[in-house]
Each structure stands twice: as C-alpha cells, then as structure tokens.
C-alpha cells in the first residue's frame, strides 16, 4: 500500500487535533499557523471524504474514528479522537478541498521543523517524530506532481528583503505565497512569482485583501537591487494582464522605498505613461519603457525631461503631452483673444497659447515659466468661453509675476492687475 508520508520532529500533542482556536504559533513572525484551527480543519476534510488516514506521535498511533450524532433534527458525524469525542465534526470547513488538508498538514510540519513530505510504501514507526500517512489516490499524487505550485521552497530565489523574495516564474498565471505557502488564487498573470512577508490572511489560508497584493509587491519591487529582474519588470509592467501593471489610481506604493539600483535603471532608459503612450509614434512607442501611470509618477521624482519621451513634460504635479490645436479649439480661442482685444487687455496675448492634455484631470491650465507658454488644458477648452478667458488671466498672472497659486504674491498680483484695468478703462491717473 502506497502513503503520501508528512513527518516532522518532535511528538505531537493530541489537544493540537481537538482544542479548537489553541496555537502556540500566533505572534510568531517564524511561523506560518497562527488560527489553531487548521489540523482540524484538515482532518474534517480527509474523514468527510473517506481518505484513510493514520497519525502518529512516535511509534503510538493516534487513532481517528466518527460517530453519528442529532442535533435540531439533523446527524452529524463527530470526530473521535482515541475513542474520545471531540466538539468537531466533518462538516467542520465543508468549503476546504484536498489542496487545502495537505497544505496544513504540510505546514504544520513546517513550523515543527525537520519536515518531510514522501511517498512511501510502508509504514514506519521512529522515535520522536509526528507522521501523518495519508492512502495515495491520483489526486493526492497529481497534487503532489504540481508541488511548486502550492509551496515556494523549491522555487529559485532572485532577490530578497524584509518585505519578501522575488522568485523564478513558474508558469503563465501568478504563483503569491505568503513564508512559502501558496495564498491566493487568481486568473491574474505576472512577470514573477512572489513571496510577501506581511499579509493577511483568513482563517482558509487565503489573502483577506486582495485589492492591497499590488502594492505590496511593488514595495517589494523598489526594495529589488538585482538589475535584470527590474529591468525585465519595467519592461513588461505595462501589459494589464500582469499583476504588476497597476491601476493608475494606486496611490498605496510607497516611492520611498526605490533602492539605489532601481534609480539606476531608471536612468538608463526612456520612459512613457502608459495611459498616454498612443500619443507617441510608433517608433518612440518601440524605443520607450511604458510604465502604468503610478509608476510613471513616481519615476518622475527621481528623473528630469531627458529620461521622459519628448511628447510628455513634467510639472511639479505630474506630467502633460502638448497635443494639436483642433478646429473647435481654435474657434474658442479665437473668440476669447477678439474678448481680451475689446477690452483692452492684450498683454494676455504676449505668450504663446498651447493646448495640453494632463495627466490630472481637474487641471484647466498651467504657466510654464522657463519656456513663456500659458497651457490649457482639453478640459479648459470644453468647458466654455468664460472659463477659457479666466484660465488665461490665472496664467498670465502667474507668466508676468512669477507667483505661485494661493499664495499672497498671487493674491496682490491680481489686485494689481485689476486696479490697472480700472485706471485704463476711466482714464485715471494716480
């Protein structure tokens, strides 16, 4: 009779099968248990479908029989340990699947220490050791073949840190462990598999917030100082069927955290939002790196326009693309510039008018200094005359006196501008 055999050092306490929520492992940063349920959860499984299964602590077995007890009209079958009831019965995780029995298992003889997890033919009874022999049937062995999958601990470490390890990828679909176990299940592809440190889970083993996995594995990224696997992640990050390809409204990455050799890489290539890159030509697209936006921003912190595709310019808020002036455009400001000449008021027109598109979207205009340039936004040029008109006078105010937004140099700027237009319009002389 063929076992899958999971052993490890040490007896094991008969109340670790029995005492429900009990676990020495919680608090232990080493460990992977922590609920005191999982044994249980395990046992419930195998017994509810029939696995024979047999444990032992040492050379004395602990033995594992049902019995059939009512409860409000309904039998359940409770689990015996020793001969001795317990308060679990086999209904006891009714969503768990074999995947999940002999990860626990497997895990606990992890935390044990000295663990082992085989194929034998026979059993075979040691001195100081816990084994758990389980019948082999083809989808125990068919798991066991895909071993990989589940636990990382055959798996090619690339780099690691405090926050985690970037592992060799194994497969198309993303492979997340949390100390070496397989947590999350997911259609999602990545670049490489990964390895996370600190993240929660629930009482089934699996990521309790999956909606923070990104983050998390970018501020493993930054921390990376191997150069190819960053290399090969910025190159490929843009492709939204990636796990690392970000949406462009995760703000939860921590930018801090970019090691010396990530801004290396950064620095030796071209980089484009990805948001935006269908701006670019088709050459500029091919000689660029598309970053998702979040990443594309905080690149921009540590780089200056000679790292940025010639389309896209970086502001103290983001980045813009200059686009072309349309026909609807052109009207507009047409209609605004006759508004300045009737009154009076041309030195608005002093500086080159350019359209833009930003990457933040409530911005309607920005002065750009070094270069004498008023951009207005397409969001500007759709929201009509008058807010074409204000945005005008908001930058050139800014153009003319060099004064930043909400600030007292802006705020006596344009009471200074205003009283100018009063004087002009009445003649007056002070």
């Not at 940063?29 to 046992?43: E, H, Q, V, Y």
């Not at 009512?70 to 079958?77: G, I, L, M, P, V």
């Not at 660029?288 to 990443?295: E, F, H, Y």
Request: overall charge negative; hydrophobic content about 35%; charged content about 25%.
């Amino acid at each position: 009779m063929n076992y899958l055999k999971i052993s490890n050092k040490g007896l094991l306490d008969i109340e670790a099968l029995t005492l429900l929520g009990a676990s020495s492992k919680r608090g232990d940063s080493t460990k992977i248990g922590m609920f005191g349920s999982g044994n249980k959860f395990a046992l419930a499984y195998l017994l509810r479908n029939n696995y024979n299964i047999k444990i032992f602590s040492g050379k004395n077995e602990i033995k594992l029989s049902t019995v059939q007890k009512r409860f409000r009209d309904k039998d359940f079958n409770v689990i015996l340990v020793n001969g001795k009831e317990t308060s679990i019965t086999t209904d006891f995780g009714k969503d768990w699947n074999l995947a999940q029995a002999i990860r626990e298992i497997y895990c606990n003889s992890i935390d044990e220490g000295e663990h082992t997890l085989e194929f034998v033919k026979d059993v075979i009874l040691e001195d100081n050791k816990t084994s758990f022999y389980i019948k082999s049937q083809p989808e125990i062995t068919n798991y066991i073949s895909n071993f990989d999958n589940y636990f990382a601990e055959n798996k090619k470490v690339l780099f690691e840190c405090p926050y985690g390890k970037i592992l060799e990828k194994g497969g198309d679909k993303l492979n997340l462990y949390r100390k070496g176990i397989r947590c999350m299940e997911t259609d999602k592809q990545s670049i490489y598999d990964y390895d996370l440190t600190e993240v929660e889970i629930d009482e089934n083993r699996l990521v309790k917030y999956t909606w923070q996995i990104a983050s998390k594995i970018w501020n493993l990224i930054y921390q990376c100082t191997n150069k190819e696997v960053i290399m090969n992640i910025l190159t490929n990050c843009s492709n939204n069927q990636f796990i690392e390809c970000i949406p462009s409204d995760f703000q939860s990455v921590n930018n801090s955290l970019m090691s010396k050799e990530y801004k290396e890489c950064l620095k030796n290539v071209t980089i484009a939002p990805r948001a935006m890159a269908g701006l670019l030509s088709i050459e500029e697209q091919a000689s660029s790196v598309i970053l998702p936006d979040t990443i594309y921003n905080h690149a921009l912190s540590i780089l200056d326009n000679n790292n940025i595709a010639s389309k896209f310019k970086i502001y103290k808020d983001g980045f813009y693309v200059e686009i072309p002036m349309t026909p609807l455009y052109q009207s507009s400001l047409e209609k605004a510039i006759d508004f300045f000449v009737e009154c009076n008021y041309k030195e608005v027109l002093d500086y080159d008018i350019i359209i833009a598109r930003f990457e933040k979207k409530d911005i309607l205009g920005l002065a750009d200094i070094q270069n004498q340039k008023i951009l207005l936004s397409e969001i500007c040029m759709e929201s009509g005359l008058q807010t074409i008109i204000e945005t005008l006078i908001e930058e050139y105010i800014h153009l003319k006196y060099e004064v930043k937004d909400e600030t007292r140099g802006f705020q006596d700027a344009t009471i200074k501008e205003l009283v100018k237009l009063l004087k002009v319009k009445n003649s007056y002389l002070i």
